[in-house]
């Protein structure tokens, strides 16, 4: 793909919509790419990980190292879609239009650069919200942009040698992630979610051992599916209220 990516970065902001016009409180969604406290590899991952990745953060990169490869991130883009909070009493959210279940906050797609280096987390959605408790975050990546949903790109080291890299993924799924302690949108109160994007798990092989050169991983290429299955399994969200890019319930490690 190429760089016309990025022509669509406009920010954030001006795509945003606001839920409702009689809402009473107000959402707070970032995005985050901190580690889990502890480093370890997310639990939806831990049991393909035979090592957790070290992950150094320097200016506005993340280093990635396992074993003497290592994997410089310098830049790190999502598209994401149809962004949802599903109420507790909900069995889950659809496509009805109208449907009062569950909260759309973004229609359109929306370009989410996720923050690298010392930033810890970065605001995405500031919206009015209906009163109520949330126990699920739903949303779509979608390819949207040059039909990608995905960009990164980098330097890959391995055995002293060193090659710049871009990885693009077309990838098109439907990302439900629980809320294990209800969010509660108050009258008059702001409510605090991230979505941590745990990006240091990303590069890794199928048996979770070592770290793969990301272009390996574009489209058609052998490690395309495992680097896959590894960036549905790497989003979390949760309650942070302090925008520490950890759980305040410290439910996720």
Not at 214 to 223: D, E, L, V
Request: hydrophobic share 40%; proline share 5%; glycine share 8%.
């Amino acid at each position: 793909m190429n760089t016309r990516f990025g022509l669509f970065a406009a920010p954030l902001a001006a795509a945003l919509l606001a839920a409702c016009t009689d809402s009473t409180g107000r959402l707070s969604l970032a995005v985050s790419s901190v580690r889990p406290a502890g480093a370890t590899p997310s639990a939806a991952l831990a049991a393909g990980v035979t090592g957790a990745p070290a992950v150094v953060t320097a200016g506005d990169s993340t280093l990635i190292i396992m074993g003497n490869d290592t994997v410089i991130v310098r830049s790190a883009q999502l598209v994401l879609r149809e962004i949802e909070l599903k109420r507790v009493e909900a069995a889950a959210c659809d496509d009805i239009v109208g449907n009062d279940d569950c909260e759309e906050f973004e229609t359109g797609p929306t370009l989410v650069t996720l923050p690298l280096g010392a930033t810890a987390t970065e605001t995405m959605i500031s919206v009015a919200a209906p009163a109520g408790m949330y126990d699920e975050l739903e949303f779509e990546v979608h390819p949207s942009f040059d039909g990608a949903s995905i960009r990164v790109t980098g330097t890959f080291s391995h055995a002293g040698t060193r090659s710049d890299f871009t990885f693009t993924s077309d990838l098109n799924a439907k990302q439900e992630v629980s809320l294990p302690t209800p969010l509660t949108v108050s009258d008059g109160q702001q409510a605090n979610v991230t979505l941590r994007v745990d990006i240091a798990t990303w590069f890794l092989n199928a048996a979770g051992a070592a770290l793969v050169d990301p272009s390996s991983a574009n489209k058609g290429q052998p490690n395309e599916n495992a680097v896959r299955d590894r960036i549905q399994a790497s989003i979390d969200a949760f309650r942070d209220d302090d925008h520490d890019g950890h759980d305040d319930d410290g439910l996720h490690h």
